[in-house]
């Protein structure tokens, strides 16, 4: 799959202000240090792209959900400081995002020069969409390059608004990266296809269900979402996570994989435990006798060995959602173990942002795969094949 919007690399730079919307939406701890910068370090190229090309560079991104408040928890301020390291050259910190202040730093700013201004959802009118914000953050620049893949799916005023008040706008490198690899694992791959399913809900996950089911192999489905389908086969679940509202449809896409041919896997076994405190109680039980009352937690060894021998002779895996509450150790290893088969299969892995990608970090295995995605939300859009409203903005190759 090639995109066919404009990118980066259609647009003379030199000497220009240029906008580039970056998602340095990452995690941070209690005391405010960045946990996780893998989603900083995937706009490097197109920054310094920009700074090589003697463009003046201007970062804007979001961090959080401030609600549209000033909250220095969520200040970009430990960004500039990391992003300069990375970069190995002065980054200046704006205050704000708008202003006099802005305004000044901006003027004068020499080629090459790199700003990044504060978080944009301290204005409600970032997520508003609002014009006249989009048209002052507009004015800061003569180029705009949404490198934000990972808010690609929001209709903002940094990602939709600020396009109609740019002479000229295009896609980042991580952009183009993205679409290219969600699309063409869903469009185009390499058979044996294994889509790896997990996470908490199946009616988070409803459209890349229908969408997948009817271009993969074989589904494995784990996570708390698989509990929706074990009920829905019949069997008690205790007080493991549902949607009882989901339970036709579950089913009804069971039965859909297994006519068409689609090899459809569900867990065979279980971590459980007694209560949802860290110090309760846990066991391993097949998935037909989950004690009443304990919770489905993670995915058991069992089924460990069957996902992992599912995948082993898959050419192209797709996987989103982790196996299990794999933030607690006790009930980590279902995930950490998928990640390690998949790293371990001879494939085209994809995989999809947010807990998935933590997951494979933790796992050590951010390497082996051969694409990650930093979009949690906006990768499920377009796995369901989607409309993207910061992708539509911006205009097609000429």
């Known amino acids: 799959m090639n995109l066919t919007k404009q990118t980066i690399d259609h647009i003379d730079l030199r000497n220009k202000r240029v906008i580039i919307r970056v998602d340095f939406n990452v995690p941070l701890d209690d005391a405010g240090q960045i946990t996780d910068d893998s989603r900083i370090r995937a706009a490097l190229p197109t920054i310094n792209h920009a700074v090589d090309e003697g463009a003046s560079v201007i970062l804007c991104s979001h961090l959080g959900r401030p609600d ?85 799916h929001r209709s903002h005023a940094s990602t939709v608004g600020i396009t109609k008040f740019m002479k000229v706008s295009a896609a980042g490198y991580l952009m183009k990266r993205e679409v290219e690899a969600l699309e063409g694992v869903v469009e185009n791959p390499v058979r044996p296809f294994v889509a790896i399913l997990g996470g908490a809900k199946v009616s988070g996950k409803i459209g890349v269900i229908e969408n997948l089911g009817k271009r993969v192999d074989k589904v494995i489905i784990g996570g708390g979402m698989a509990f929706t389908f074990i009920k829905a086969m019949g069997h008690e ?60 937690m993670d995915i058991g060894p069992a089924s460990v060995k069957l996902f992992s021998e599912a995948v082993e002779n898959a050419k192209t895996i797709l996987w989103n959602g982790p196996m299990g509450v794999f933030e607690r150790d006790a009930f980590s290893r279902g995930t950490l173990s998928m990640a390690h088969a998949v790293a371990n299969a001879y494939a085209k892995t994809v995989v999809g942002g947010g807990d998935t990608a933590l997951a494979v970090h933790r796992a050590g295995e951010s390497d082996s795969m051969a694409f990650i995605s930093t979009g949690g939300g906006a990768a499920l859009q377009l796995l369901e094949g989607k409309h993207m409203p910061g992708l539509a903005a911006l205009p097609n190759q000429p």
């Open 68 to 152: 549209g408040k000033p909250d220095p928890n969520l200040s970009l301020a430990p960004i500039a400081k990391r992003l300069q390291r990375l970069l190995d050259k002065p980054v200046v910190f704006a205050h704000d995002c708008l202003g006099d202040e802005v305004r000044a730093l901006v003027g004068q700013m020499k080629p090459g020069d790199v700003l990044l201004l504060e978080n944009l959802r301290f204005h409600a009118e970032e997520e508003q969409n609002d014009e006249t914000f989009a048209s002052q953050l507009a004015s800061l620049g003569e180029v705009y390059v949404n490198e934000a893949f990972g808010t690609a």
């Open 237 to 296: 679940i205790g007080r493991s996570l549902v949607e009882n509202d989901m339970l036709e449809f579950a089913k009804g896409i069971q039965e859909h994989a297994l006519s068409r041919g689609v090899k459809f896997y569900l867990p065979v076994d279980c971590v459980v435990a007694a209560s949802q405190e860290p110090s309760a109680e846990t066991k391993i039980v097949p998935i037909q006798e989950i004690p009443e009352g304990w919770y489905g």
